[in-house]
């Protein structure tokens, strides 16, 4: 049972446009959501977060929407750049609980 | 400044053989850690979360353990290696009240 699901495995764009990673849920009993960044042979790290009682947090060229009627969230990177070529996961907390749900992540190319 | 330290990078076991990871956190008092797991082409998946010394919490059964001998170290262990077993392990931690984790740099694991 999957509660964070990245459906899209890879994402392609080009340099300078828009990048735009999905993420749904299930349990409505996440309130704090999470998206880190990996590169090959490293650990993830953090990038942007979101809690439920916010519908956008924005941090230079990441933002982040959050609709939780529709359980989705979405990272918007505007505007793509090379060095954003990682894999891209989606984490999920429920409750004041440091215990993060994962999805399994969204390979994004940023082609020159 | 926090900071995790996580070993060997890559390891090349054979099935049967035993295993020990260790992680060790700097800079910070009883954090919450944990391990994950990135198997191939699957997203991280948590095995075991620690909130104290000897205190460990198993998310799925596996043929792995895990022990906290120290409050900033964390060891992950099996006493026969199987096939399955192989994958991108990474340590994390977290502090009580705030929301996300510091990942260390991951061990690649191949069970030949």
């Known amino acids: 049972d999957q509660q964070v699901k990245q459906n899209s495995p890879s994402l392609s764009v080009q340099e300078g446009r828009i990048s735009i990673l999905n993420c749904d849920y299930t349990?409505?009993?996440?309130?704090?959501f999470l998206w880190y960044k990996k590169y090959p042979a490293e650990g993830p790290t953090f990038l942007i977060s979101i809690s439920s009682i916010k519908d956008k947090n924005e941090d230079g060229r990441f933002t982040v929407f959050l609709n939780k009627s529709a359980k989705h969230l979405s990272l918007h990177i505007v505007p793509s750049q090379p060095g954003d070529s990682a894999v891209y996961f989606c984490a999920a907390s429920e409750g004041g609980s440091e215990k993060l749900v994962f999805g399994k992540g969204t390979k994004l190319t940023v082609n020159p | 400044s926090q900071t995790i330290h996580q070993w060997p990078a890559t390891l090349v076991q054979p099935v049967g053989s035993p295993l020990s990871l260790e992680c060790t956190v700097e800079g910070t008092s009883n954090p919450n850690l944990y391990w994950y797991r990135q198997a191939a082409g699957r997203g991280l998946q948590l095995l075991f979360y620690s909130v104290g010394i000897g205190q460990i919490s198993s998310e799925v059964p596996q043929n792995l353990s895990a022990s906290r001998p120290q409050d900033r170290q964390f060891i992950l262990s099996s006493k026969k290696l199987l096939l399955s077993d192989s994958g991108f392990y990474l340590c994390?931690?977290?502090?009580?009240?705030?929301?996300?984790?510091?990942f260390g740099s991951g061990t690649r694991l191949t069970v030949v």
């Open positions: 349990n409505s009993m996440f309130d704090y």
């Open positions: 994390a931690w977290s502090v009580m009240g705030y929301y996300g984790y510091t």
